[in-house]
């Protein structure tokens, strides 16, 4: 395969340092240079164009390319509800969320549904996530399908769930983890596809179901687990009155092998000093999904207090209760929302945990997150300014002599959407033009 050089400014995160500060590349003129799919080296244009002249350059000088975003939850059969309004969680859990998730049980629904979701994320410049599907099987066959045929890194898995939920919602036990059995034989480790055991949450599944779902895990231990955890205060009552045994929220996972290394919890809004303690020391994520949170009212996410007890946490957009595939606009909610906690969120932490942050909570750093030597070429090319008061910004800037990197992303995460994803590329192929 003829290699490709794509010429641009040149932005990605490397790791962190000692003191846990993210630490980044980045050059003016730069370029990525892609073989087979991955990432050979980047550098500056000219070393790079020297070293390789008979590469095939791609010209993106005046944009900025970097790794596509991660997006560590996300619901694929809630993408027609966005923006339906509703008090609070539970309530718009019933009133839109369970008729919804019930046209899954139609394959050729999840089909359609399917096409457009990945479609929509390349738009958006995400190039990997962790997806809910229904409880239907066919709801991760479509999923992961649409996934594999632009080889995207996707995780994704079916719902369980068995209470406060219509009937057709519900299952028992024994039969949802006949189907995850057949899914994660069919799925998972396959190309980049990845399976997540997917629990609901606990108000929607009895004692048996997580422990199941614990005993799957232990099954297969390369799987993930994805779930909700204290997102809002009736939901967490509700927990405890159902779970009168369990001291707090986070134990009805943990008594049921659901708290590890590969546990994303979405929310984590309400939580003790002590289930804090337990996330960091089991070393489980929490992902944040600020627009969801504001979007229904369920309250403010600590990041700071979070990040004093040393946990991992990734962005999410949570569609539908997250009100846009964008993770420029996800940043953006997610500093305005920690202002308001009293945490300036430092811009270069947004976009760490959007891409090279994410990734690692995913044990994927080493395939993506990141455009070092090895990965796989998904990234994205980035337009500073495709709105008037963006190239107002802009100029402004400049004439301030104050047009650096950091000033560039955070005009990026406050300002930007869709529109300023030019092009997005997964494992070296372009897979969405502006
Ligand atoms: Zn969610």
């Excluded at 028992?172 to 057949?182: C, N, Q, Y």
Aim: hydrophobic letters at 35%.
């Amino acid at each position: 395969m003829i290699m490709q050089l794509y010429r641009g400014e040149l932005f990605y995160f490397t790791g962190l340092s000692a003191n846990g500060e993210p630490c980044w590349s980045y050059y003016e003129d730069g370029a990525l240079c892609v073989e087979d799919g991955r990432v050979l080296e980047t550098g500056d244009y000219l070393s790079l164009k020297t070293k390789h002249p008979k590469s095939r350059e791609v010209d993106y000088r005046g944009y900025l390319l970097m790794p596509g975003f991660v997006d560590a939850h996300i619901h694929f059969v809630q993408s027609e509800m966005i923006g339906m309004s509703a008090s609070q969680l539970l309530d718009w859990l019933s009133d839109y969320t369970f008729p919804l998730e019930g046209r899954f049980a139609d394959k050729q629904h999840c089909l359609r549904i399917a096409d457009v979701f990945v479609h929509e994320l390349f738009r958006n410049g995400t190039t990997a996530c962790a997806a809910f599907g229904s409880i239907h099987a066919a709801s991760v066959d479509a999923l992961l399908g649409s996934a594999a045929k632009y080889k995207m890194c996707m995780i994704a898995g079916k719902a369980h769930s068995n209470r406060y939920a219509p009937e057709s919602l519900c299952e028992k036990p024994e039969k949802g983890a006949e189907d995850v059995r057949i899914l994660i034989e069919k799925w998972h480790g396959k190309g980049r596809l990845h399976y997540a055991i997917t629990p609901r949450f606990s108000v929607s599944c009895v004692s048996e179901e997580l422990k199941i779902c614990g005993v799957l895990h232990e099954e297969f231990p390369d799987t993930y687990i994805q779930t909700h955890l204290s997102e809002n205060k009736s939901e967490v009552e509700t927990v405890m009155g159902l779970y009168p045994g369990s001291k707090d929220y986070l134990q009805t996972y943990e008594e049921n092998g659901l708290l590890t290394e590969r546990s994303l919890f979405a929310h984590g809004i309400y939580l003790s000093d002590s289930e804090l303690k337990r996330i960091a020391e089991n070393k489980a994520v929490i992902v944040h999904c600020p627009t969801s949170n504001s979007f229904l009212g369920s309250g403010i996410y600590d990041m700071h207090r979070a990040n004093e007890f040393g946990i991992h946490t990734a962005l999410g957009t949570d569609v539908g209760a997250g009100t846009t595939f964008s993770m420029f606009q996800t940043m953006g909610e997610s500093y305005k929302v920690q202002q308001i906690k009293g945490y300036m969120m430092p811009v270069m932490e947004t976009f760490y945990k959007a891409t090279l942050g994410s990734a690692q909570a995913l044990h994927l750093e080493k395939e993506i997150g990141s455009l070092l030597p090895g990965r796989f070429a998904d990234f994205i090319v980035v337009d500073y300014t495709s709105t008037i008061p963006q190239r107002l910004r802009m100029d402004y800037l400049e004439k301030l002599g104050k047009a650096t990197i950091g000033q560039k992303l955070f005009g990026l995460q406050t300002m930007a959407d869709d529109r300023a994803v030019k092009a997005t590329y997964v494992a070296g192929d372009c897979v969405y033009e502006l």
